[in-house]
């Protein structure tokens, strides 16, 4: 390991809230190439999808129902903040072991992350309940 296992667990602890915004943003990209490359409805639904897990807060903010350009601001600021926090919150459980790495990182991120994402897809279905959609 380039730096030693204590150099490794630093940067874990330092940059696992980053790491997890660079998730989301990932997830935001894919959505956007996703909306590019399959054309339609079906494109702009399964677009549509990946930007809600990419910015869970957006279904708690009423959007697609209303949407704005500031309610858009504060569900990137408002989703960012989340994501940092779950990654910090995944860096914090893993230093807790004696060896430490990016990919012990990742299995606590997607523990922790993957409940806010059913959440998200949860609000989506709530939403589109109850605009008739389903």
Known sequence: ?????LATRRA???RGGVTAIGVAVGLWVVGLGVAWVIEGPVG???SFV???LALPVMPVLGMPAAGGGMRLLVAIAGSGALWW??????AGRVSRHPVVGWREWTR???AVGLGVWIGAAGGLLLGALALGAL
């Open 85 to 90: 926090f779950i990654g910090q919150i995944a």
């Open 108 to 110: 606590e991120f997607l």
């Open 1 to 5: 390991m380039p730096g030693g296992i």
């Open 50 to 52: 990946l930007l809600v």
């Open 12 to 14: 874990v602890r330092r």
């Open 44 to 46: 702009g639904a399964l």
